[in-house]
């Protein structure tokens, strides 16, 4: 009815106003169910039967379910450390990640000959079907057990979920899919812990060749610069002083020898009086004294010059017969004195050499003790290191025998999936939701004609839309 028409019984009783602002038809469900029933039956029949249809022809899904118990290391990690990373939750998601890859997913359609339907026109690819498959699998911890926490508990229960139109295979890859998931826990702390030994093994094996190489590096320095090292510098400084009371003792030494060899020069018993030396100093002696009293061209300055120069080339020209000879030597005495002479100066001459390497030496030890200290410093890093990544080995490789002894970590099949004696949802329970929805179907649509051709059913709304007041009411007339 339009809000142009007037039927009677279609005024709302009560003045006042009531329900101004509000729908007229809210106010009156019952008006609205007596004005529309016919659509809301049609709607409803037509939901029921389409329900009724769907039902017929619905096959019934089966979910199969399996438990997983997934139980700490045995051996306490007091004695055993474990090797493994133990959080949960990334060692889940990498679980679920090769269960539900498409290498593993493929494998089991083609083991179960799932999603093959002979009746279908357009059969499935496999990508259709992997994701289908997918969509079916649900793992995760399974709440039920009292206390199961999967981030703290020692021992986590978790629950494989597969939903199939066959009961006997959505048990079939429930329970695959369970042993896929204890098998790839095993491969995964098998595989974890050897990686992790054989990482620490190259660690440590680079650790002992850097090692080595810094030991052999220290040997040679100590080698090379022998003598300047810090450990000899008492040595050193002990050897300094003996040189330095040395070296006096033969200065002084040095000193009265020619003190003496000059006390038997100026004697004239330096040298044997037969010997050419003594005959040549006698010539020079008696050449000082006539050029003293003559010139140069004087014949006894000439003839001592040239007996001189003879004399001179008789000596240089005769073969050396050793300083003990009687020719070329003048007493015994003298000959001692030179000889002594001799060898202390030989002998200051080493000692102050000496001394001035040994000083120069000793002036290095600080330039060295710093060097040698930063490679003895690296060298004591690296023995450390060793030691840690020794000990850490030693750690893994338990570690990794327990692994292989399934003494760790270990994820059983707790309850094994059975095929499943009811569906997931029972007819009963979808026809009465089906009944529900239709019937809300149905208001739906009752409402939606009430907006679309409204009727008046209050006083407000006739002075809302003709701008009249209304000057009484009367009882509804039914």
Do not use: C
Request: charged share 25%; proline share 3%; glycine share 6%.
């Amino acid at each position: 009815m339009s809000r142009d028409e007037y039927r009677e019984g279609s005024i709302d009783v009560g003045e006042g106003g009531e329900g101004a602002g509000i729908p007229g038809f809210v106010l009156d469900p019952i008006g609205v169910v007596k004005r529309r029933w016919i659509w809301m039956v049609a709607v409803l029949i037509t939901g029921v039967v389409a329900g009724g249809v769907f039902l017929y022809k619905r096959e019934p899904v089966y979910l199969a379910r399996a438990t997983v118990l997934v139980a700490s290391q045995k051996i306490s990690q007091q004695f055993v450390q474990s090797a493994v990373e133990t959080d949960q939750l990334e060692k889940v998601s990498a679980i679920l990640g090769e269960l539900l890859s498409r290498r593993a997913l493929v494998s089991l359609i083609q083991k179960h000959d799932l999603y093959d339907y002979p009746n279908a026109s357009n059969p499935l690819s496999m990508e259709q079907k992997v994701s289908i498959m997918r969509a079916s699998i649900v793992i995760g911890p399974d709440r039920s057990n009292i206390g199961n926490d999967a981030a703290s508990s020692t021992a986590t229960v978790f629950e494989i979920k597969y939903s199939s139109l066959d009961r006997h295979k959505a048990a079939n890859v429930a329970n695959d899919l369970a042993t896929g998931f204890t098998d790839s826990h095993l491969k995964m702390r098998s595989r974890q812990a050897r990686l992790t030994t054989e990482f620490l093994r190259r660690e440590l094996a680079q650790t002992q060749a850097e090692l080595a190489e810094q030991e052999r590096e220290i040997t040679l320095f100590k080698k090379k610069y022998r003598g300047q090292l810090p450990s000899e510098l008492q040595t050193n400084l002990g050897k300094l002083d003996r040189l330095q009371s040395q070296r006096q003792s033969l200065a002084l030494q040095i000193v009265g020898a020619e003190s003496r060899l000059s006390t038997l020069a100026s004697t004239g018993t330096d040298l044997d009086p037969d010997s050419p030396e003594s005959l040549l100093r006698a010539l020079k002696t008696r050449y000082k004294a006539q050029r003293s009293l003559y010139t140069d061209d004087h014949p006894n300055v000439v003839s001592l010059r040239s007996q001189i120069s003879m004399l001179e080339e008789r000596i240089a020209d005769r073969p050396d017969e050793g300083p003990g000879s009687a020719e070329s030597a003048g007493s015994t005495q003298a000959d001692a004195a030179r000889l002594t002479l001799i060898e202390l100066r030989r002998q200051l001459d080493e000692t102050v050499a000496e001394f001035d390497e040994l000083d120069r030496r000793v002036a290095l030890v600080p330039e060295r003790h710093e060097a040698l200290a930063r490679m003895e410093q690296r060298a004591e890093i690296l023995q450390e290191s060793h030691r840690e990544f020794l000990r850490k080995v030693n750690q893994a490789e338990l570690a990794e025998a327990v692994e292989s002894a399934q003494q760790g970590e270990r994820a059983t099949i707790l309850d094994a999936a059975v095929p499943p004696a009811d569906a997931t949802s029972s007819p009963v329970k979808a026809m009465f939701v089906l009944f529900v929805g239709a019937l809300g179907a149905a208001a739906g649509l009752a409402i939606v004609l009430e907006l679309v051709d409204a009727v008046i059913v209050s006083t407000d709304e006739i002075e809302q839309h003709f701008r009249l007041s209304v000057l009484g009411s009367i009882q509804r007339i039914d």
